[in-house]
Each structure stands twice: as C-alpha cells, then as structure tokens.
C-alpha cells in the first residue's frame, strides 16, 4: 500500500520544522511549503496527490482561509481532508473554517500526540470513503430497481458494507453511501456499544479505537445488538430510517458543529451527514432513531 502523502503549510519555517519532527517516525510521505500560492499550485497540478491538507490559517498574499475555500470549491479536491492550524481559535474564527470546510482543527501551540491523532482520523476517514465509492459501481443497476428495504448490522465493517449497497438505490450514490455510514456507524459505536464522545476521544488520540470497538463487540451484552436500516422511495425522495438498540443519546449537541468540539479528532459525524448526503436528518425519542431524507438525481428513477 502507497504511503498517505501530506502537505503541510505554514508560513513560518520553524513550524514546518516542528511538524516535520513529530511526524518523523511515521509512515507518511510529508511535503511542505510556506506559501499559499504554491500549496495551490501543488495542489491543482493534475499529477499530484494529497491524502491531507494541513493548514496554517495566517499567511500572507493568500490566506490559509483563501486556500481552503479554493480547495472545497475543486471538484477534484473538495474531498480531501483540511487539518487548520491557528492561534485564531475564537468562536467566531473557528466557526468561519468549518463553515468552509475545515472539519480538524489545531490550536498552535499543540501536542506531538494530538497533531498525530486527528492525522490518523484524517486518514482513516479518507481511507473508508474511498472503499465506498469502490464498492458503489459494483452493485448501481440492480438497486435502483429497489422500491423498499430492509438491513441489520452489527459491526462496522458490516455497517460500511450496507451503506454501499443501500445507497445505490438513488442518483447521488456515494454522497448518500459516506452521509449513510456515518449514521450506521454512529449507531453501532455510540448507539449499541456505548462509546461516547469523550471516551471515543481518548482512544483516537491513544490509537486503541478499533480494539476497544472489537472488545465491546464480544461482550455478552453487546452479543445480539443491531442496528436497523429501513430504505423507502417516497415519491422523489428516499427515507433513510436508521434504530439501534441503545438507549439514545443527546443528539442535540452533534446535529450542528460546535466551535468548541472542532479540536477534537471525532464527534462530526451526523454534521458531515447533513453537509455531504441529505436535505433533512431528524432525530426521534431518546435519539436511538433517526430519519433522513434525500431527493434521487443524478442517475436515479424519479
């Protein structure tokens, strides 16, 4: 497997200096620049891939701000991740950013762990999403035959599997397919398995995620839990009805993005299922169920 490339910008040399020595140990191939207008360059060359973005948000002539609304407004380059670093960390400056699409943010100055974690959830992110939109053209034809159905998932790989394929169903099929294991996979983390923000925090930033996930699986609690996906065609639009069997959780805190949670390396999710796949998400009862809606373009029978 290749190893992920990342470029880094920053104005100011010491800073590339810093990032270049806390990622030295890791598998990635890292490029720097300190000027916006070069990171553009690179980025637009047509010949070069990057697998994350990160960003100083300062700079002169063109702005890490500047790039960024460049780069969400490429359609070749709106997918890749955006990592914001900055001592501009007010409310209203964070709030800027992930309106234009910065979903990971560093306060400057930050921890070697901390820039090492949200990387690694950059990357894993990138990573599933790219193996949905593999997997979207292999089944296309045959579900958008489909009028309704039902699925029921336990793990998350199981959870990726089912949104593929019940995503084929409309036009838009890997938006839906990316917006759609959020939810599923929210469903089973936080949902069945009880991993909640905070705690799913920590063992990002540690590296344990995947075996904590695994762990809880096996447990005879968590042994016949599921998660269960109702697809319905309702006239021009699809009705995604996603149930898991917990208890709920407060769902208001997560429908928007919180400045206060953009540092952290989770707990986007449901924002990035509104953003990217749907024209309504809604939340029913204790917040164990979940609706969402999207109109079928693009390909689609209506």
């Known amino acids: 497997m290749a190893r992920a490339r990342i470029l880094v910008v920053d104005d100011e040399p010491f800073n590339l200096e810093i990032i270049c020595d806390y990622l030295e140990d890791c ?38 701000m500047e790039v960024l609304q460049r780069v969400k407004q490429h359609e070749r380059l709106k997918a890749i991740p955006v990592i914001m670093q900055t001592a501009a960390a007010t409310p209203d400056q964070v709030r800027e950013g992930l309106a234009a699409g910065a979903h990971y943010y560093l306060t400057k100055p930050f921890e070697c762990d901390s820039l090492r974690a949200v990387i690694r959830t950059a990357l894993d992110d990138q990573r599933r999403r790219a193996e949905l939109a593999d997997r979207i053209h292999e089944h296309r034809v045959a579900m958008q035959m489909v009028e309704r159905a039902e699925f029921s998932v336990r793990t998350l790989e199981e959870a990726a599997a089912v949104a593929t394929t019940a995503a084929l169903v409309c036009g838009r099929a890997e ?70 069997d917990g208890p709920g959780f407060d769902w208001q805190r997560f429908i928007e993005l919180d400045p206060s949670r953009a540092f952290a390396p989770n707990g986007r999710g449901i924002v990035l299922a509104k953003q990217i796949a749907f024209e309504e998400v809604r939340y029913a009862g204790s917040g164990n169920e979940v609706h969402a809606w999207t109109r079928d373009e693009e390909g689609g029978r209506a």
Not at 33 to 49: I, P
Not at 192 to 217: H, M, P, Y
Request: charged share 30%; hydrophobic share 40%; net charge negative.
């Open 27 to 64: 598998d990635y191939e890292i490029e720097t620049t300190q000027s916006g207008v070069e990171a553009l360059a690179r980025l637009e060359d047509a010949a070069r891939h990057y697998d994350v973005l990160v960003l100083d948000r300062m700079m002169p002539v063109i702005s890490g």
């Open 175 to 244: 938006a839906v397919a990316m917006g759609l294991a959020e939810l599923l996979v929210n469903g089973v983390e936080h949902g069945n398995l009880g991993i909640d923000f905070s705690a799913k925090g920590a063992l990002k930033e540690s590296g344990t995620w995947a075996e904590e996930v695994q762990r809880r699986l096996e447990l005879d609690e968590n042994r016949d839990k599921r998660v269960r996906l109702v697809v319905v065609r309702e006239g021009e639009r699809w009705h995604f009805h996603v149930r898991d």
